[in-house]
């Protein structure tokens, strides 16, 4: 079985792509390109799932999923931030019914 240690070893590669060379990696590629151009490929990747959902072939939107996941993992590593760090909201999270957590939050007027 696959572990979450995959995204600890993807979090590490794409860290170190912030010094590679564009030419020959894709994620330094986009590093280079710059915040622009990486959130517009969330946008795609994002739009692409939500169709894979629609036309219930179960292995594409597998498929989706991982390059949104992906994407959205260089996102977090050109902001100096990983996988990690979501893990550790989510597991902040844990146990917390977000019926719950939406009822206890401060009334806005
Ligand atoms: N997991 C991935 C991964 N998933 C998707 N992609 C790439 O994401 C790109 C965008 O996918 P699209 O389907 O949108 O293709 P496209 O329309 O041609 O993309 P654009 O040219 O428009 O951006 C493709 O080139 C995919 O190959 C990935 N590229 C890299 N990784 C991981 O990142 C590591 C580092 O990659 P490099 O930096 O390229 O060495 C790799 O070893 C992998 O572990």
Redesign the pocket.
């Known amino acids: 079985m696959v572990s979450a240690e995959i995204l600890e070893r ?1 979090s590490a ?2 860290a170190s ?1 912030r010094e ?1 060379d564009p030419s ?5 590629k986009l590093f280079h390109k710059g915040q622009e151009a990486i959130l517009k ?1 969330v946008g ?2 994002a739009l692409e799932t939500i169709l894979a959902a629609k036309d219930g072939d179960r292995r594409h939107l597998v498929s989706e999923v ?2 949104l996941w ?2 959205t993992m260089v996102l977090l590593a050109n902001e100096g931030l990983s996988a990690e760090d979501v893990l550790a909201e989510l597991a902040r999270r844990e146990g917390i019914s977000g019926i719950d957590e939406k009822a206890s939050r401060p009334v806005k007027d």
């Open positions: 993807l590669t794409l792509r590679a020959t990696s894709y994620v330094a490929k795609e990747e991982a390059d992906f994407h």
